[in-house]
Every structure is written in C-alpha cells, then in structure tokens.
C-alpha cells in the first residue's frame, strides 16, 4: 500500500505540473456542457417549406398562414406547379412541397374530404417524419377552426405523404454513410495526431532534425501514408455498408472517392497540426478527441444543422466533418454528381490549405 500511494503521489503530480493537461482536464467538460446540448438538440424548426396552390381560395390562403406561423416551417419558395417545387426539393433549397389541390375551398365548406398532397425530402428519415407529423397537427387544428365557422360542413383537409430518396424511411439508409465518414475522420485524425509526437516521445525527432530533408517534405511524408489508410478505410466501410444493409450509392462512386481525395489531405493535416503542437500521445488523443466531438456533434449526422441555433450553424460552417456527411449523403440516396458537391468541394479545399500550411509551419528542426 506504501508502494501505491508514492505511485499515486507520483502520477497525480505528473498531471497537474502539465499545465496544458489541467486546462483541458476542466476546460472540455465546461465548454461540452455548456454548448453542445444547445446544438445537439432533436428538434426540428424552420424546416424548408415550398408551396403549390393550385386552388388561390382563402381557405388555401389560411392554411398556409396556419402552417408558416406554426414555427416549424419556413416558407423558402412559392411555385405554380409540382414540377417546378420539385427542382427546389432536388436542389436543396426545399424540404417538403405542400400542394392544394384545386377546389379544396370549395370541398372544404360542403364537407368534403379533400387531400392535401405532401412530398417530403425524406434524405433524413426523422426530420421527413417528424415533418408529416407537424403538419399532420397543424391540418387537424386548421380542420376543428372551419368547422366551427357557421354554415360549414364537417370540412376535413387529409394530408397524403409522399416520400423521396428514401422510399421506406430506413433510418439506416440516413446513419451509415454518416458513420463511415465518422469513422474515416477518426482514424485519420488520430493516427496522424500521435505519429509526430510518437517521435518524439522516442527520441528519434532529434535524428530527423539534423537531417537536409526540408519541413514541406517531412509532413508530405508523414502525410500520404494516412491518407492511403483513409481511403482504405472508406473502401472497407463502403463494402461493409452494402454487405450488411444492401445499401450502395444511387450516383457515381467515383464522386465519393474524388471528395475523399481532398478531404483525407485536409484532415490528416489536421491530425498532423496537433501532433507538432502536443508534447506527448496523450495530449495528442485528448485535443483530437475533444474537437471530434465537437465536429460529429455539429456536423449533422443525428441532428440537421437547419435545426440548431443560428450561432450553432455559424460554427458549423468550419467544420469539414459537415460537408463529407452532406456529400455521402447526397450521393448515397440523391444520385448528386460533381455539378450538386461543388461547393462543398471548394470549402474543403480550403481546410486543406489552412490545415496543411499550419502543419509544415507547426514543425520546427530543432532539438525537442
């Protein structure tokens, strides 16, 4: 027992001399507490809404007041016909197309069923649920006010759903290629985190430092080799996804592998980027374990991005791990080509530069 305390003694003083260990010892728990269950929650608002009235009543009219009003729903464009409300769904402008027919006003006051058709981007089986239900509520409230109007019939206005990219509303059809990305990001992001400070834990960065080979070419170097692993990695998570749930990509693979290219750099430069900047593994695992979270959390693979505060999606505009999900899940169940992932393209193309210069500037040939 004497043994174990001087041990105790011993360990408990290696942390707490670390002063970049003790901040982030009581800093992490602090910042996740405080700001992730604001942006990871599973509610949904100000979801994307495009309007068809083909009937021009003032009944259609108070339905759709009802239905913006509510606070779930956005109204982001208002077309004449479905044809034309589709290319705002297929074009990410739109989440779900609420189409009045023709003489529902007219049904509506002599009691009359009449449908109100509603086509949901279900790309995110839950969001698309939930969707339904709101306005599955927000229809019966509309129904229990014009029935209490004088002279009205039993009016009722049903709501028909139609259901797009994911026919079946298999939530796994949403989660997995989300998870590949997770797990791609992972492992990049922490092998290469713990290569450089490995070395030096070891003592053979003092060999490297009195070597010719400039700091462009050592990152390059320690770069590839996890970017290879990267692409192995989503290789295998693509194999794994169609062996288990039958899930392939309605689009191009070759999309996927051409984004992972660029992303694969810009995150193994990111893991890099810390590991010259930690001074042991476990400094290393603890940074790239506390932004992870973060970028999972904010990068909307549980909850939509639309979703959150607006802060929240301020901060999720700088997080690669966001347009790697959108991309998977876009070609996954869209069939989006180049043309629909170009933007996203582009951004990561900036965390590539950015990650990538902060790594070779990170490292500096001197004794460690």
């Not at 609420?98 to 790309?123: H, Q, T, W, Y």
């Not at 191009?252 to 590991?275: D, K």
């Amino acid at each position: 027992m004497r043994a174990l305390r001087f041990l105790l003694k011993k360990e408990f003083l290696q942390i707490f001399r670390n002063k970049f260990m003790v901040r982030l010892i009581f800093g992490l728990p602090v910042i996740q507490l405080s700001v992730l269950p604001w942006a990871a929650t599973f509610e949904h608002k100000d979801i994307q809404l495009c309007v068809v009235d083909n009937d021009r009543g003032s009944y259609s009219v108070r339905l759709r007041e009802k239905v913006i009003s509510s606070g779930f729903f956005k109204l982001s464009a208002y077309r004449t016909t479905y044809a034309e409300a589709l290319e705002s769904v297929e074009e990410g402008e739109s989440d779900l197309i609420l189409e009045i027919p023709a003489g529902f006003e007219k049904r509506c006051v002599n009691g009359i069923a009449s449908e109100v058709m509603l086509s949901v981007d279900a790309l995110n089986g839950q969001k698309a649920g939930l969707g339904v239900l709101y306005m599955g509520n927000i229809i019966q409230d509309f129904n229990a006010s014009v029935q209490g109007e004088p002279g009205n019939m039993q009016a009722m206005a049903v709501v028909k759903p139609y259901y797009k990219y994911n026919l079946r509303m298999h939530y796994q059809n949403l989660m997995v290629p989300g998870v590949i990305v997770v797990l791609v990001s992972v492992m990049g992001a922490m092998l290469s985190a713990m290569n450089i400070v490995r070395e030096k834990e070891m003592g053979t960065m003092e060999q490297m430092n009195v070597t010719p080979v400039s700091r462009s070419v050592f990152i390059l170097a320690k770069l590839i080799p996890f970017w290879v692993i990267g692409l192995v990695n989503l290789s295998i998570g693509m194999l794994l996804s169609w062996l288990i749930y039958g899930l392939l990509p309605s689009g191009n693979m070759v999309v996927i592998f051409v984004f992972a290219f660029f992303y694969l750099l810009a995150f193994t430069g990111f893991g890099l980027m810390i590991s010259n900047f930690a001074q042991s593994q476990q400094q290393a695992m603890l940074v790239v374990f506390f932004l992870l979270v973060i970028f999972i959390l904010l990068g909307g693979l549980f909850t939509p991005i639309s979703s959150m505060p607006g802060w929240a999606q301020g901060v999720a505009t700088f997080n690669p791990v966001r347009y790697f999900i959108e991309v998977m899940r876009l070609v996954y169940l869209k069939g989006s080509g180049f043309a629909d992932i170009l933007p996203h393209l582009l951004k990561t193309g900036v965390f590539l530069v950015v990650f990538n210069i902060l790594a070779v500037m990170g490292y500096r040939k001197k004794s460690m």
